[in-house]
């Protein structure tokens, strides 16, 4: 089953042509941050518009599939409060550098395997996150078949554990240009795979993520990473970097952008990852908290149920001519401009309207994971949505 997980909204004055709708829009698909708790600092004093998921950082795994407790039950419940009340996804972050010999040694055994598997879950769940990011980093080991082996088999039987649960948990994963191989096997069960490109500019991503791309791993998974706390990277006080790493993301296709170590983040670098991200987030209700009313504020939005996969639109048509209403042209394309399923083309009233995405298109073949844009066109002009489409 498939579900649309996140939205992005461009306004847009004028009929777009089609394509090229990501150049028009330039929208990242989604702005991960990372939240390292040992670093400390308020939740209040995240720039909230500077993205659209927040990662908590970390938890490391042990030998014997334990947790360590470096993230208290307090911090955790504060921590996703403070996502959920400005309307971001919070996940919890297991590992980090240095903590590749606690995954090796859980992952020895299919019982300490098991372990880690259900208390990472039970983490999250407890503590009311919507889903995980691991950062196994294993090039500290060798990315040689056993390992892979093992890298592969961990993230799976996590996929398969979260899955049982609904609504759909995430699960995104860290990963490097030095240990490809065990990347590129997790690239089925990942919803993003941020790159830890934090040691180069822009005009070294070519290289570093065709490492990742030439095994397989569809650059509409792949975040561009950029960190304001390691070493050779962007000045803090110099927003150009980031501007470009974010443009680049946008301009060849991948999937969005990463941010490490939000904390050191200067005001005109938020500035420039909120320019590509505030503006584009359209809002999403789950089904079990929708708006009192259809919201007139907002053009076009999206409820998803979480318990049986379907998502709708909401669409507002404005009232023209005397309160006329409008012929609307409403459809799900690929990011290239090609009409992948016509939702809407007729007229409509004035008012508030709703379309539900069914699972299959018009051939009946299945709509396949990864971004879509969906267009919504009336007389007053005409919008567009970027929406990312998981399994």
């Keep these: 089953m498939k579900k649309i997980c996140f939205v992005k909204v461009c306004v847009v004055a004028a009929l777009l042509t089609v394509p090229p709708f990501v150049s028009a829009q330039q929208c990242l698909g ?18 909230w518009n500077a993205y659209t998921h927040l990662c908590h950082f970390s938890l490391f795994p042990s030998s014997s599939g334990g947790l360590s407790n470096d993230i208290s039950a307090a ?41 880690l598997v259900r208390n990472i879950v039970n983490f999250m769940k407890t ?11 294993c090039g500290e080991e060798s990315d040689n078949a056993a390992m892979v082996a093992k890298f592969q088999q961990l993230h799976g039987e996590l996929r398969d554990s979260l899955n049982k649960i609904s609504p759909r948990p995430m ?5 490097a240009d030095w240990y490809p191989n065990s990347c590129a096997s997790i690239r089925d069960y990942c919803d993003q795979m941020n790159g830890m490109s934090y040691y180069g500019l822009v005009n070294t991503m070519d290289v570093f993520f065709a490492t990742l791309t030439s095994r397989g791993v569809p650059k509409s998974k792949l975040g561009i990473g950029f960190g304001y706390d390691t070493d050779n990277e962007v000045d803090v006080n ?47 209700f789950p089904a079990s908290n929708p708006p009192v009313r259809y919201r007139q504020d907002v053009p076009l939005y999206i409820i998803h149920d979480g318990t049986t996969g379907a998502s709708r639109i909401y669409y507002m048509v404005p009232s023209v001519n005397n309160n006329d209403g409008s012929f609307v042209d409403l459809g799900l394309y690929d990011v290239r401009g090609t009409l992948i399923k016509s939702l809407v083309h007729e007229y409509r009233r004035p008012g508030a309207h709703t379309v539900l995405i069914q699972q299959n298109n018009n051939s009946g073949k299945s709509i396949k994971a990864g971004t879509y844009i969906i267009r919504f066109s009336t007389n007053a002009g005409t919008e567009t949505t970027r929406a990312v489409i998981i399994k």
């Excluded at 989604?30 to 939240?35: A, N, Q, R």
């Excluded at 971001?88 to 590749?100: D, T």
């Excluded at 699960?171 to 990963?175: D, E, G, H, I, P």
């Excluded at 296709?253 to 320019?275: E, F, K, P, S």
Aim: aromatic share 12%.
């Design 30 to 47: 989604w702005s991960t941050g990372y939240f390292a708790q040992y670093y400390g600092g308020s939740y209040s004093t995240i720039f």
């Design 238 to 284: 110099n927003p150009n970097d980031i501007g470009a790493k974010c443009l680049y993301a946008i301009s060849n296709g991948y999937g969005g952008v990463m941010v490490w170590l939000i904390q050191r983040a200067c005001a005109r670098c938020n500035d420039t990852t909120a320019h590509f991200v505030t503006g584009c987030q359209a809002p999403v």
């Design 171 to 175: 699960m995104t994963a860290a990963v």
């Design 127 to 137: 503590n009311g996150y919507d889903g995980v990011d691991m950062d196994w980093e």
């Design 75 to 115: 911090q955790a419940q504060a921590f996703v409060a403070a996502c959920h009340q400005h309307n971001k996804k919070a996940l919890i972050c297991i590992g980090g550098a240095g903590a590749s010999p606690g995954f090796s040694g859980a992952c020895a055994s299919a019982s300490t395997r098991a372990t």
